[in-house]
């Protein structure tokens, strides 16, 4: 039995169902040129007999995508096969996926078929199917819902037909891992023409087992996985296929397989598919989570400042994460906030750690989040100095008109001083305020990531907006909290501004004493 475990994505379809509103013949390319450039070994691009932009999408990703293959689904009817063969005809190698359900729950109140015309159905699509390409994989719908004795005799008469990939769905995320691996075993056993072709599963997570499902199966035998990035699908979705690939990689130890996937690639694809698809991705989800490689309780954050592999199974740089966090909260220890004073270059003797972390505690109980540059506010700043904000708000207004031009007024405190600027851009209302404020403060800096959540529910929510902003090789965080976006955007840039001045005040303070 082959060590490699294909990679099936059906991001573009089973994924897509998921979504809200489908994806554009432009994102979905987007997204397949992503998938190609991780190594996925098979795309499944869509369910072209569903609409003519689903057509169009897997015509268009059919001529582009050169490194995997290509697939389409198909119902058992004659005109879905056809029009699959067709949107991916001028693809090289190319794979006709046909489906039709098993189980008898479906077959009766579904299909309204007895189990005889299921395999006549399935043979007959298949032999259509092979008119196309040799490539034919066939999915039996609600395998793990089938009886093993129809589903050992469905799967010997497809293999006899032609069919390459046989794939065994859970298609309603119902099996628990040990039954499922039994499946699979039983099929190796029972199926005399079974090493004909390869077995593959399809795990949906509605338990939660996705990945468990799927791993279980590979260990049974299965040598292909299908499951989309980041666990979009149907319902609780699919199997996340970086869970799949990070588990074979970093337990081959057991199960002694592995994939053709450039796992440097896994993050940004994972990004990528999220912002395409407005899915955004959970702080604590496996793998691609902003937590997944965060340490933030003080006893972790110490034993991993000792040795990464004290908390860390794999390493982020595997997956194409630069950096491993260490967020500096009232949970920190002594430890993380000497990580962050040695990484801006302050040596033991600089500051007295004791002093530090317990300002740090108190300000960490108040703020909830610490940075670096608040670290040093802390240790080189008087208690006065600390709390004063010297960029203040006075007054702002905001006017966009339908042309597209938005034009905004400002009128901002610096210490003892008050300025009023404006400025017009069709980039929007908060570019304008930016740029206003930039004309009165011009600091060099370069907005790196803009968040508006809301917080609450209805009309009044509050709008939270979370900003991070590069200057001179620092990242400053900045956060304004407001009913009114454009305000609550505002007040974020002026935390940012703040927090920059700070830092001067800072540094200006430190060159005074070395002349000294
Ligand atoms: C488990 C899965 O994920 S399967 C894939 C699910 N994905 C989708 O359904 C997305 C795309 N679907 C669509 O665009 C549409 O449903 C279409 C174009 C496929 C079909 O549209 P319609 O012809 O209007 O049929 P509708 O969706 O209402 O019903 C599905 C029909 O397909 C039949 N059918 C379901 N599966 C199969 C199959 N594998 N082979 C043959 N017929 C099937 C159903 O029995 C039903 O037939 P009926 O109308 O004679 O009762
Ligand atoms: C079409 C099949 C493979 C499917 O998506 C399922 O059974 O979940
Ligand atoms: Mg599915």
Redesign the pocket.
């Known amino acids: 039995m082959s060590s490699k475990v294909i990679i099936f994505d059906t991001t573009l379809r089973?994924g897509e169902?998921a979504l809200q509103a489908s994806l554009s013949v432009k994102e979905k390319l987007q997204i397949a040129l992503s998938l190609e450039k991780c190594g996925i070994d098979i795309i499944e691009v869509g369910?072209p007999?569903?609409?003519p932009g689903d057509f169009k999408s897997v015509q268009t990703i059919s001529k582009k995508i050169k490194n995997s293959k290509i697939c389409s689904?198909a119902?058992?009817?004659e005109k879905d096969i056809e029009v699959a063969g067709d949107a991916m005809s001028s693809s090289d190698f190319f794979r006709i996926h046909i489906?039709?359900?098993t189980s008898t729950l479906h077959m009766e109140s579904?299909?309204r078929k007895n189990f005889n015309e299921i395999i006549d159905m399935s043979v007959s699509s298949v032999k259509k199917a092979l008119r196309y390409t040799d490539d034919v994989e066939f999915s039996c719908?609600d395998a793990s819902r089938t009886t093993m004795d129809n589903l050992c005799r469905i799967v010997e008469k497809l293999i006899k037909s032609g069919v390459k990939t046989i794939n065994i769905p859970d298609?309603v995320g119902y099996a628990i891992p040990n039954e499922l691996s039994n499946i699979i075993k039983n099929l190796f056993e029972r199926v005399p023409n079974i090493h004909k072709s390869i077995i593959s599963v399809h795990c949906h997570n509605d338990l939660g087992m996705a990945v468990g499902n799927s791993i279980s199966a590979i260990q049974a035998g299965a040598r292909q996985i299908e499951g989309t990035i980041n666990g979009m699908g149907?319902r609780a979705g699919n199997t996340a296929l970086e869970e799949i690939i990070m588990a074979i990689k970093v337990r081959e130890d057991i199960l002694g397989v592995s994939t053709n996937i450039v796992h440097k690639e896994i993050y940004r694809t994972s990004q990528i598919i999220s912002q395409i698809c407005n899915m955004p991705i959970p702080a604590n989800k496996a793998i691609v989570g902003s937590n997944a490689f965060s340490h933030s309780s003080g006893i972790h954050q110490d034993g991993v400042l000792k040795n990464r592999k004290n908390y860390e199974i794999m390493e982020p740089n595997t997956i194409g994460v630069k950096e491993v966090k260490l967020n500096l909260t009232s949970r920190s220890g002594r430890a993380a906030v000497k990580y962050y004073m040695d990484k801006m270059g302050y040596k033991d003797h600089d500051y007295d750690i004791d002093e530090l972390y317990s300002a740090f505690l108190k300000l960490a109980d108040k703020k909830g989040q610490v940075f670096d540059y608040d670290l040093e506010a802390l240790a080189f700043f008087s208690k006065k100095q600390e709390n004063a904000e010297y960029f203040y708000l006075k007054f702002f207004s905001v006017q966009s008109i339908s042309n597209g031009l938005s034009t905004a007024s400002v009128k901002l405190k610096c210490g003892k001083k008050v300025y009023t600027e404006s400025s017009t851009t069709s980039n929007g209302p908060v570019d304008a305020i930016y740029q206003a404020l930039n004309k009165i403060i011009n600091f060099p800096i370069t907005l790196q990531k803009f968040q508006l959540v809301a917080k609450g529910k209805g009309k009044d929510a509050l709008g939270q907006v979370d900003i991070l902003v590069k200057y001179e090789n620092r990242q400053f965080h900045g956060i304004g909290l407001a009913t009114d976006i454009i305000e609550s955007s505002a007040q974020a840039m002026i935390d940012v501004l703040n927090n920059i001045w700070k830092s001067q005040q800072v540094n200006k303070k430190l060159k005074n004493l070395k002349k000294y």
Do not use: G, H
Request: charged share 30%; with cysteine; glycine share 0%.
């Open positions: 089973d169902q369910f007999i569903s609409s689904l119902r058992c009817v489906f039709l359900a579904k299909l719908e298609t149907e």
